[in-house]
């Protein structure tokens, strides 16, 4: 339970991090929560509990294809946003656009012989 309560501080550590350090400067906080540190950290407990590099490498893969249907996320908010959309709108349609591209990648991922 000691683990399990220490991976979840030190994730929820990152995340007060960026959200302080963008309140200072949104580029910075950015550039921190673009870091790969969650997928680093997953990696992490995955080699303590498992010592499993093809889980490792399998989770790294499936992590790269992935991240690439929620980057138009990062495109379409801050768009919405200057041009006079609400907040809590524009983060759901957001998040509705990044559902929409997993579905789609988890469609089309194995129809390009790829499995994660």
């Not at 929820?12 to 906080?29: D, H, M, Q, T, Y």
């Not at 995955?46 to 929620?70: K, M, N, Q």
């Not at 524009?90 to 499995?115: F, N, R």
Request: proline fraction near 5%; include cysteine.
């Amino acid at each position: 339970m000691f683990y399990l309560a220490t991976k979840a501080l030190l994730s929820g550590i990152i995340i007060a991090i960026v959200s302080e350090v963008a309140k200072r400067s949104p580029g910075l906080g950015a550039l921190i929560a673009s870091l790969p540190l969650v997928s680093i950290l997953a990696m992490i407990w995955l080699w303590r509990d498992t010592s499993d590099t093809g889980r490792i490498a399998s989770h790294a893969e499936a992590t790269f294809w992935l991240v690439l249907p929620t980057m138009p996320m990062f495109l379409l908010l801050p768009w919405l946003l200057r041009h006079g959309t609400g907040f809590w709108l524009s983060l759901g349609l957001s998040c509705l656009l990044t559902i929409a591209l997993y579905v789609l990648t988890m469609w089309l991922l194995p129809k390009l012989g790829i499995s994660i």
